[in-house]
């Protein structure tokens, strides 16, 4: 547990009720606690968290929508716009997906698994189509290298990479217990698994 402890610090509230959150999604998933229980593992008063969030799931947008912000950050240092080449930085981003799902297993499944409605979260559906536009920005640049006839729309491409990476991280690459053992790692298998779909494709090997 990595926020157990901190408590409530004068000033510090939001933070502490943040961390209690990401407490409490580890143990029991982003729908197994209720507002109050976030505010006792807290140290405060029921009504304390009342005075920054309406109820528990503007608790989880916030948590989800900080959860999508490192996401991008992580993602983005990953592509580093495509360098040295758009399927080494691919390859990167793709590793990184994954290990962003092991080192932040609370934070993943705030993100993916909360069950919010994103229409009635424009920031939390804005922070997630940042991270989005990443793997956007990657399928459109790997697309660029196949042949100009018959290229597969980027849109789709990137839906299907993240497809697999969600997936993989999902059942494999998660940092808790009930993840599936495999006989190999998360990444090997997530390449093996693009190099497939990219060389079908059509995708020029390097």
Known sequence: MRHRGRGYHHGNLKEALIAAAL???GEKGPTGFTFAEAARSAGVSPA???R???DRDELLADVAKRGFETFTNVLTTAWDEGRPDAQKAFERLGRAYLGFARKEPALYSAMFESGLAVAENPELRDAGDRAYAVLREASEA???????KGRPPASMVSFHVWSQ???IASLF???DEGRRKLPMSAEELLEAAMLIYLRGLGVPDV
């Open 23 to 25: 407490d409490l999604i």
């Open 48 to 50: 304390a968290p009342y």
């Open 173 to 175: 690459a998660r940092g």
């Open 165 to 167: 990476a969600h997936g």
């Open 142 to 148: 790997l697309v660029a290298t196949m042949p100009a």
């Open 52 to 54: 920054h969030f309406r």
